[in-house]
């Protein structure tokens, strides 16, 4: 039990906190309505039609395209790899895992521009620069690694005595997989994909580095683009802000209770 000065300091905290996170928000969403250029609110005359005037002068229709490649690649392909990581190091025990899982939790501890230079030019090299190939590939390389993480974590939280029982049953470890933990660290997964589209979908960073051609950036430096020639129009770049960022916001609201179960079943272990 906590007093009621303890629950009335953390409405206030809590409050407070609220209002950071969502100031800037609000301020941008009502630049993206307003009809001035300047970045003065004029809530008085909403122009909706910012919207579409942004996503046509910006041309957003491919980027959009080139986003939607990216990021459905990444996210499959990382998903796959991320759960067979994790049950390999969770559950069956891989060979000389206490030398190599610490050496696959280097991509996490890892800062990208350590590594970004040379993996520029070996892609180069390859000739996968400015190919949807190349960036996705990175994108892989560097979430296998907080997959094996996650899902370990997650495989390892599902109690040993139902995979048991199952293996009684003459189940498998393939069938242990699909039919025991998969089911159980359903929300894990969710989390993960949610986390790996948010990640792929905001990067800009990696995409400028490893892809200058228009048709295959994506949106992300689509609005990069855009913010230069559009500077001193503040409402069409925040128009264009709020379309890059309306995914992300629909996916997070639409899963947010499967992604607080994610996050919270790795957090209790057998």
């Not at 993206?32 to 809530?43: H, M, T």
């Not at 206490?98 to 939790?105: A, H, K, Y």
């Not at 109690?159 to 089911?183: C, F, H, K």
Request: with cysteine.
């Amino acid at each position: 039990m906590i007093s009621a000065r303890e629950k009335v300091s953390n409405y206030v905290l809590l409050t407070l906190v609220a209002v950071c996170v969502l100031f800037p928000l609000l301020w941008i969403v009502g630049n993206a309505l307003s009809p001035s250029v300047s970045g003065n609110l004029d809530l008085g005359h909403l122009q909706w039609s910012n919207f579409v005037t942004a996503w046509k002068q910006a041309g957003f229709s491919q980027y959009l395209k080139s986003s939607l490649i990216i990021t459905g690649s990444v996210v499959a392909l990382s998903t796959v790899f991320a759960i067979m990581s994790g049950f390999a190091f969770g559950v069956l025990g891989v060979w000389g895992q206490r030398l190599l899982f610490p050496v696959v939790l280097l991509g996490i501890m890892l800062p990208m521009e350590t590594f970004i230079v040379p993996l520029y030019y070996d892609f180069q090299s390859y000739g996968i620069t400015d190919t949807y190939q190349g960036i996705v590939l990175a994108h892989v390389g560097m979430g296998v690694s907080f997959g094996a993480f996650w899902m370990r974590t997650a495989f390892r939280a599902v109690p040993r005595s139902i995979a048991e029982s199952a293996a009684m049953d003459g189940a498998n470890s393939w069938t242990q997989l699909w039919r025991v933990y998969l089911p159980l660290a359903k929300p894990a997964v969710l989390t993960f994909v949610l986390l790996g589209f948010t990640w792929t979908w905001n990067d800009y960073f990696l995409a400028l580095i490893l892809v200058s051609d228009p048709a295959h950036q994506p949106l992300t430096l689509g609005l990069g683009a855009f913010s230069g020639r559009y500077l001193v129009q503040i409402n069409m770049l925040s128009a264009a802000a709020v379309l890059i960022s309306l995914p992300i916001v629909v996916l997070c609201l639409a899963f947010q209770r499967q992604f607080v179960r994610g996050i919270l079943s790795g957090a209790v272990k057998e």
